[in-house]
T-cell receptor, first 117, second 112 residues
Framework: AQKVTQAQTEISVVEKEDVTLDCVYE???????LFWYKQPPSGELVFLIR??????QNEISGRYSWNFQKSTSSFNFTITASQVVDSAVYFC??????????????FGKGTKLSVIP | NAGVTQTPKFRVLKTGQSMTLLCAQD?????MYWYRQDPGMGLRLIHY???????AKGEVPDGYNVSRLKKQNFLLGLESAAPSQTSVYFC???????????FGDGTRLSIL
């Protein structure tokens, strides 16, 4: 069985602060994919990043960065110098490579980030 | 680029009524999915399809049926709506199973 845990239900930060959203996952598969999605107040789901389990390089995209640590089964997301437009619910998700779970994205329950001006 | 389009965006039903939610994608994706999103629950997979003419059950399939008669369309049906099916429904599609899923804007469904 697969499981994604986002322990932080809600986070509030003041604009320009850095913030890290935690994601811990469980899977028995050796090959899997991890994703982050953003859901702004308007409700749509926006894909942010996909990470293959074989690629443990951290990734940076502008103010966003992701820290993948296989040893601790974590895939954390950091926003540097947060902005009001970053206010959203962020979901971490896991997909196994093969077997019955390969077509299913298992989502965490999401972390609601509020950036206060 | 339309991407994934869901119809309708909002709907209110009475208990026992039936309805069909339509999802259309114009990206020639093979895989399509229906999720429901409930407060504090994240997204849960209802049914999915790996190609035209195929469907399979996800995590929470009870009370729903689906059909994929055309590659670009994936229909979600509620035969006899129940208040527990009040939710926001999202359709998604992807080209391969391990590729990012592209989501529609969601359908907010209320069952009274």
């Amino acid at each position: 069985a697969q499981k994604v845990t986002q322990a932080q239900t809600e986070i509030s930060v003041v604009e320009k602060e850095d913030v890290t959203l935690d994601c811990v996952y469980e899977t028995r598969d050796t090959t899997y994919y991890l994703f982050w999605y953003k859901q702004p107040p308007s409700g749509e789901l926006v894909f942010l990043i996909r990470r293959n389990s074989f690629d443990e390089q951290n990734e940076i995209s502008g103010r966003y960065s992701w820290n993948f640590q296989k040893s601790t089964s974590s895939f954390n997301f950091t926003i540097t110098a947060s902005q009001v437009v970053d206010s959203a619910v962020y979901f971490c998700a896991l997909r196994a490579q093969s077997g019955a779970g390969s077509y299913q994205l298992t989502f965490g329950k999401g972390t609601k980030l509020s950036v206060i001006p | 680029n339309a991407g994934v389009t869901q119809t309708p965006k909002f709907r209110v039903l009475k208990t026992g009524q039936s309805m069909t939610l339509l999802c259309a994608q114009d990206m020639n994706h093979e895989y399509m999915y229906w999720y429901r999103q409930d407060p504090g629950m994240g997204l849960r997979l209802i049914h999915y399809s790996v190609g035209e003419g195929t469907t399979a059950k996800g995590e929470v399939p009870d009370g729903y049926n689906v059909s994929r008669l055309k590659k670009q369309n994936f229909l979600l049906g509620l035969e006899s709506a129940a208040p527990s099916q009040t939710s926001v429904y999202f359709c998604a599609s992807s080209y391969y199973s391990n590729q990012p899923q592209h989501f529609g804007d969601g359908t907010r469904l209320s069952i009274l």
